[in-house]
């Protein structure tokens, strides 16, 4: 039996989700981390403020309140700033320039994150498939392929959000890596 995929083809993504995951996904994680150690950093000059004061326990949990949730607020509108100079820009960046496309024994990934990265590797490089779909990236509808390699290290897992059909293409993937695995 012949191999009944074409020799190139590119693999559908879902670019206009994909870059409102990404939008969310960075702008909450500049909030919690800036929000957070605003909180945090905030402890000190309220220390400083009841240092030497025997006060109530109440009006020391009041300024310790206080000053946390004004470090709060400052750091997520720190984030915001941060997420709108560095990441807002970069998912849109990130979705245009994905790119999956089968090249005969090949599997290309061409990604932007600031650096751009074009990748070739060859099915036999390719260990597994799956289909990842965490509560963000169902709250907007995407799938990530997820490919482990023969690599070591943080290159030898491939994640590739917004694959449109996750599924059929995960085993449409995993078809061609059987059919073209010992091509040349």
Sequence with gaps: MGDPYPSHFEIDIDRDRVRKYLR???FFSWIVALGLFGAVFALAPAGKSIEGDLKPWAEVLA???????????????????LYLLFSHWLAA?????????????FLRICENWGI???????FRAIVDYAIQQGPLRRRFGIESLIMTTTGHGSTATISIPGIKDGLKTRDMLSEVDRLRENAP
Excluded: Q
Excluded at 93 to 105: K, R
Excluded at 116 to 122: C, K, S
């Design 24 to 26: 969310a996904k960075w």
């Design 63 to 81: 300024v310790f309140a206080g000053s946390m949730a004004i470090g709060l607020v400052l750091g997520c509108l720190i984030g915001a700033v």
């Design 93 to 105: 960046t990130y979705a245009n320039s994905l790119v999956v496309a089968v090249e005969g024994p």
């Design 116 to 122: 751009r990265t074009d990748r070739r590797l060859h």
